[in-house]
C-alpha cells in the first residue's frame, strides 16, 4: 500500500464515512479514484487534506467530503450522463463517470483541462468529454446546446470558483 493508498483509505473512513456518506458505489468511486493525480505536481501530498485546494486563479478543488456529499445528493444512476461545468481538473467528472454512463466536462482554463485530461487518461477513464472552449463567450454558449446530445437523463453537478462558493 502506497502512502497515496494510505491517504485515501484514511479520506474515506475519517472525512466521509463520518460526514453522512453512505452510498456505497459513491464511497467505491472515492476509493477507485486516485485524487492526487488530479492536482497540481505541488499539491500531491496535500491532496487528501480535508479542506479546499487551491488551484490558482481563484479556483479550488473542493474537499472531498463536500464532493461526496453532493454527489450522494445527486443520487446518478448508472445510465444518467452528467455535464459538468466548471470542470476544473476533472475530479468531481471522474468520479461522475464511474456512477454514471458519461460525462461532459466544461473548463475554460487550458492547465486544469489538461491535468483534467491526463488523469483521465491515467484513470483509463474513456466515458468523459472534456472541452477547454471558453465557457464565458455567448457563441459557444449557443453552439455547445445544440450540439449536447438529447437523449437520456442528464444531471447537473457544478464546479466552485471559490472556497467561499463550495457549499459546506
Not at 106 to 135: K, M, Q, T
Not at 155 to 164: D, E, K, M, Q
Request: hydrophobic share 45%.
Amino acid at each position: 500500500m502506497t502512502v497515496y493508498d494510505a491517504a485515501r483509505l484514511n479520506m474515506i473512513d475519517n472525512q466521509l464515512r463520518p460526514n453522512k456518506v453512505t452510498d456505497e458505489r459513491v464511497i467505491d468511486a472515492f476509493m477507485r479514484v486516485r485524487r492526487e493525480v488530479f492536482v497540481p505536481e505541488r499539491l500531491r501530498g496535500v491532496a487528501y487534506l480535508d479542506d479546499d485546494l487551491p488551484l490558482g486563479d481563484g479556483r479550488y478543488l473542493i474537499t472531498p467530503m463536500v464532493a461526496a456529499r453532493l454527489l450522494q445528493a445527486a443520487d446518478i444512476e448508472p445510465k444518467d450522463t452528467a455535464l459538468v461545468v466548471g470542470a476544473g481538473v476533472g475530479y468531481e467528472a471522474a468520479l461522475l463517470a464511474l456512477l454514471g454512463r458519461s460525462v461532459v466536462a466544461l473548463e475554460d482554463n487550458a492547465e486544469l483541462a489538461r491535468i483534467g485530461r491526463s488523469a483521465l487518461v491515467d484513470h483509463r477513464i474513456a466515458s468523459v468529454i472534456y472541452v477547454g472552449s471558453p465557457v464565458r463567450s455567448r457563441q459557444y454558449r449557443r453552439k455547445s446546446a445544440a450540439s449536447l446530445p438529447k437523449a437520456g437523463a442528464w444531471r447537473w453537478f457544478c464546479g466552485h470558483r471559490s472556497a467561499s462558493a463550495a457549499p459546506r
